[in-house]
């Protein structure tokens, strides 16, 4: 059995550690042998998740001298200044895997093996939760961290229903609305109380490039998502069927919660979302995706 030992971020209060390595972990069990990294390099592939720090480049330079795969997987922004070990885990890697084609572009500047790997689903495995549709839309709702959810606000605003905020701090910005603190536990549960989410990434390039992990773990539940005009997010509820979803700015809101006031509209959008999130973004799927490509580059490795 293949043996990785993993170097992945310690906490799960990180999105991308739980929809990529805890996914890994807990789809690849039977796989492959996992091991977290102590001080032991016995083994065939070194998997680093994100981490970049100087002790990070110190182990895969020895895990590459002992014979060893070097996985990097990073779904952060790759910024280019002087003595970035970000950058120098990408050039040592002998395979990089990203989440998106903006971080893949990115990433390229450093490594000719560069793979994207979707997120994987947060928050549930297999689909247990499920939107119903009410009447009207009472409820608008946006989540995420703090400058996500300043973001947000400007669109959530031109809402004329109860806005809510979920992981938000109080603040000027936020018109008549209600918080809720985030909790990973009940976060779907929370969601499910709103008719529509709306979810806004910045409008610098590299927020334009972010993961779209937000936006899947609503479509998991059939909620119905006004975005904003970002990469990840655009195409995302295109390739769903429902362009007319994207707000190029948010002037556009109160334009489209006419458009899908009516029920039946928002639980075409909520059946077509559901379908096309667990069709395309399963943990499963992005665990087998890493699975096939972890033999692929044993092979051409052992080849050499």
Not at 113 to 134: F, S
Not at 266 to 273: A, G, L, M, V, Y
Not at 282 to 299: D, R, W
Request: hydrophobic content about 40%.
């Amino acid at each position: 059995m293949i043996k990785i030992i993993a170097i992945p971020k310690k906490s799960k209060a990180s999105p991308s550690v739980r929809m990529r390595y805890y996914n890994f972990l807990e789809n690849l069990s039977n796989e492959f042998q996992w091991e977290t990294y102590t001080d032991n390099l016995d083994g065939d592939v070194l998997y680093v998740e994100k981490n970049a720090s100087l002790k990070t480049v110190n182990i895969a330079k020895e895990a590459l001298k002992r014979g060893m795969l070097l996985f990097y997987d990073v779904d952060d922004p790759i910024k280019v200044r002087k003595n970035n070990n970000m950058v120098k885990m990408i050039k040592l890697a002998d395979v990089v895997t990203v989440d998106t084609k903006p971080r893949k572009l990115s990433a390229e500047r450093f490594s000719n093996n560069v793979v994207i790997i979707p997120d994987g689903m947060d928050y549930q495995n297999k689909p247990k939760k499920r939107l119903v549709i009410r009447d009207k839309i009472k409820k608008v709702v946006t989540f995420g961290y703090p400058q996500k959810i300043i973001d947000a606000a400007p669109y959530v605003n031109k809402a004329n229903v109860e806005r809510r905020y979920i992981g938000a701090r109080k603040c000027n910005k936020y018109k008549n609305a209600t918080f809720i603190k985030w909790k990973y536990k009940n976060f779907l549960d929370e969601l499910l109380i709103n008719d529509v989410v709306i979810l806004v990434h910045g409008k610098t390039k590299i927020d334009k490039a972010r993961s779209n992990n937000r936006l899947i773990a609503a479509m998991s539940i059939g909620m119905p998502t006004i975005v904003a005009d970002s990469y990840a997010y655009k195409n995302i509820v295109k390739e769903a069927g429902h362009s007319y979803l994207v707000a190029r700015t948010e002037k556009d809101v109160p334009r489209i919660l006419n458009k899908i006031a009516s029920s039946k509209v928002r639980q075409k959008i909520s059946d077509d979302f559901f379908k096309y999130s667990w069709e395309n973004y399963s943990s499963q799927k992005s665990s087998l995706m890493f699975a096939k490509l972890i033999k692929k580059e044993l092979v051409c490795k052992k080849s050499l």
